[in-house]
């Protein structure tokens, strides 16, 4: 992509000449880094599970909310997004009690709205609902 | 002037809420300085510039205090820099020195603050005069020094470090060329035409992953039940202290001048140079009090002096003065050699208030350990939701975009990788806020002479920051091949 954008001259280096230089030496970096790990020429490596034992579930939820917060911003407004949001990571996230994650999820709700849309002024979108 | 500007009730604010920010950053495990500045940057739009670097730089040196709350009561370091007191500062825990550890922590980092603020009252003014003379040439050899000095002292492996400083450069580059105007990896995104934001580039790396890591595993965290009582260090403890917290002062100040040092950097030297001098080396580790002090005293020594280069050469020494940097240029606030001359206001401000801040975080360290001790013990599950939560907010308050999350999200995921196969994000950020200025330094010069790069090698400083920068090249090299020493 890089090359494409024009590589210029030494006198006159284009757009691409700098991305393109840094994307070569990258690429033959990640060759070289690539060849040691699969030989262990250095002998620096030694074999290890690193996604083992992990909680993949929490990760996956975590990511799929923030996710899925992005979506629904514009349409279903910043409060409701935000209520589901503290919703979903605190009762199936932190494993709390669903009262105790309701509140605290009203409660978190309300305080964001004063600090940064009161007092702040900052302009989130109210979505379909108006809310 | 500055002090005038300083005390002005409002910055006087900001500064508090620094501060104390800063302290909160360093006594929770889990969110670092860059991380809460990345989140707060957008606060500051509606403030003024001067209240806004008051408030961010705040942040930055109050972690540097809070984070030894945590090294000495928990043995979990708050932040990077505090690494090094885990090792002495909890064994003194144990050994019922909570208090006096704790005290001389504070203690410590304050003189160290207050003496590397002097230093940076007679250094900034004349480097920055000296940087009047700098052109093309010899802002491109000082930034590229500034990037391999990062590289060389990461971590982990410099060979991954180096390669993150390329990607760096190659994101740095996304948006419109400034000299053709073209369009340069935008996918016909008209979001990407401005570049990626520093904004979900930083929160995403450094805050998402941070919590994509801490949800592998439940974090338990274990208190040490003790009374904390006896704050003040005895008349003993001064006595084997005062030298350390000088040389370590020293040191951090140094450290923390150089492009790519800073406090992590001047930590571990600091405690590595009180272990070579002492005449006890061997109890290093069992719970020595110069091992806590001398470290305390440097890392924020070298907090203070790191923004010698930003606000003298327009030169970010590391990722926490590249959040800064980009700090500045949305305030409209070009940083660089003229800023101290254009805007003197801002330089003596930030330097009055830092002295202001040093004193703040002394009153907040000391006598309010018990309630930091308390917000220590705030379950992680309810933590991350808000961290969470600060960071949409954040991000999304920039540009009002959603491209913005969904920008930190991806850099979420791609930090979390980082971090599991180790690969260091702060040479990819540092590189990132660099990158347009290198090219444009990089381009000019060769404008200038014809194409010849023969330009970079004609004039003295431009040449010795390139020399070093090989040297280094070389000793990343050599150090990656030689063979590794075998245990008999």
């Known amino acids: 992509m890089a090359y494409g954008l024009k590589l210029g001259t030494v006198q006159e280096p284009g757009a691409g000449l700098i991305p393109f230089g840094v994307a070569a030496l990258l690429g033959l970096m990640s060759i070289g880094l690539s060849v040691n790990s699969l030989f262990n020429l250095t002998n620096e490596y030694q074999e290890k599970r690193i996604f083992r034992g992990i909680e993949w579930g929490r990760i996956t939820l975590v990511l799929f909310t923030l996710v899925g917060y992005g979506i629904a911003f514009n349409s279903l407004g910043f409060h409701i997004c935000t209520f589901l949001l503290m919703i979903l990571l605190l009762g199936v996230g932190g494993r709390l009690k669903w009262w105790l994650a309701i509140t605290l999820s009203v409660l978190i709700t309300f305080c964001v709205y004063i600090i940064f849309e009161a007092w702040l002024g900052c302009p989130f979108p109210k979505g379909s609902f108006g809310i | ?19 104390l920010t800063g302290t909160l950053i360093g006594v929770l495990p889990g969110i670092g300085p860059v991380g809460a500045m990345s989140l707060l940057l957008p606060a500051t739009f509606r403030i003024t510039p001067i209240g806004a670097i008051i408030m961010l730089g705040g942040i930055f040196y109050g972690a540097q205090y809070g984070g030894s709350t945590t090294s000495i009561l928990v043995n979990i370091p708050g932040e ?97 060329d400034l000299f053709t105007a073209t369009a340069r990896f935008t996918f016909g995104i008209i979001e990407l035409t401005d570049g990626v934001g520093i904004v979900p580039l930083a929160m995403g790396l450094f805050g998402i992953s941070e919590i994509l890591v801490n949800m592998e595993q439940p974090l338990q965290r274990k208190i040490y039940e003790t009374k904390i009582k006896g704050l003040l260090p005895t008349l003993q403890d001064w006595a084997v202290c005062k030298w350390a917290i000088l040389r370590g002062t020293i040191l951090g100040f140094f450290l923390g001048i150089l492009p790519g040092g800073g406090a992590i950097i001047s930590s571990f030297a ?59 240029l949305i305030h409209g606030i070009q940083p660089g050699p003229l800023l101290i001359q254009k ?102 010069s060769l404008n200038i002479s014809g194409g010849n790069f023969g330009i970079f090698f004609s004039r003295p400083i431009s040449l010795a920051c390139l020399i070093i920068f090989a040297a280094l090249i070389g000793l990343e090299v050599y150090s990656y091949y030689r063979p590794k020493r075998r245990n008999p």
């Open chain 2, 270 to 328: 600091s405690y590595a140079i009180e272990k070579r001098v002492s005449k006890y080396p061997e109890k290093f580790g069992t719970g020595v009090i110069e091992g806590v002090a001398a470290p305390e005293a440097s890392n924020n020594a070298a907090a203070q002096a790191s923004f010698i280069p930003l606000l003298s050469l327009g030169i970010p020494p590391n990722v926490v003065m590249a959040i800064l940097f980009g700090g500045l």
């Open chain 2, 343 to 444: 805007h003197p206001d801002l330089f003596w401000g930030v330097v009055m208030s830092m002295y202001l801040g040093n004193m703040m975080l002394l009153a907040l360290n000391l006598p309010l350990i018990g309630m930091w001790v308390k917000v220590l013990k705030v379950p992680y599950k309810i933590l991350f939701p808000l961290i969470l939560l600060f960071c949409l907010i954040g991000v999304y308050s920039v540009n009002n975009s959603v491209m913005d999350i969904y920008l930190m999200i991806l850099f979420g995921i791609v930090g979390y990788v980082m971090q599991k196969f180790g690969f260091e994000p702060a040479p990819l950020v540092l590189a990132y806020v660099l990158s347009p200025m290198l090219e444009t330094a990089l381009r000019q």
């Open chain 2, 80 to 176: 990077a820099s505090s690494v090094i007191t885990c090792l002495d500062g909890y064994q003194m825990a144990r050994k019922g020195r909570a208090g006096p550890a704790l005290g001389i922590s504070a203690i410590g980092s304050f003189i160290g603050g207050t003496l590397a603020i002097i230093g940076l009252m007679f250094v900034a003014y004349p480097l920055a005069k000296v940087a009047l003379r700098f052109g093309p040439p010899e802002y491109f050899g000082l930034m590229c020094v500034g990037l391999v000095v990062v590289t060389f002292l990461a971590q982990g492996s410099m060979y991954k470090a180096l390669m993150m400083t390329l990607l760096g450069l190659i994101l740095g580059s996304i948006g419109l």
């Open chain 2, 1 to 19: 002037m500055g002090l005038q500007v300083a005390l002005e009730p409002v910055n006087l604010l900001y500064c508090f809420i620094g501060v």
